[in-house]
Nanobody, 116 residues
Framework: VQLVESGGGLVQAGGSLRLSCTASGKTSSIRYMGWYRRAPGKQRDLVATITTVGTTNYAESVKGRFTISGETANNTVWLQMNSLKPEDTAIYYC????WGDGMEFWGKGTLVAVSK
């Protein structure tokens, strides 16, 4: 499985960005897709996940500001990020979890930088 992200960039505080991720390869048994992020000097943390039936989960720090959505037919997931804050600055990684063997896959990451 390969994951390709796009949509990162530099934005001022209060602005918006939309990330996208498309999975290819053995994607017939996707269980979850989602986004994690790693801020400078910190560990990688969950941002949001979505199941193939649309059940979502968010980190407390992004609830009400970020929205995850997905299109099962195209194995694509998006992360709409509004009201961005400087503390949202991080590398954002697309993530996929597969049924059966439970394997996880990661994208290479896309940088989101929020200036004051």
């Amino acid at each position: 499985v390969q994951l390709v992200e796009s949509g990162g960039g530099l934005v001022q505080a209060g602005g918006s960005l939309r990330l996208s991720c498309t999975a290819s390869g053995k994607t017939s048994s996707i269980r979850y897709m989602g986004w994690y992020r790693r801020a400078p000097g910190k560990q990688r943390d969950l941002v949001a996940t979505i199941t193939t039936v649309g059940t979502t989960n968010y980190a407390e720090s992004v609830k009400g500001r970020f929205t995850i959505s997905g299109e099962t037919a195209n194995n694509t997931v998006w992360l709409q990020m509004n009201s961005l804050k400087p503390e949202d600055t991080a590398i954002y990684y697309c993530w996929l979890n597969r049924w059966g063997d439970g394997m996880e896959f990661w994208g290479k990451g896309t940088l989101v930088a929020v200036s004051k």
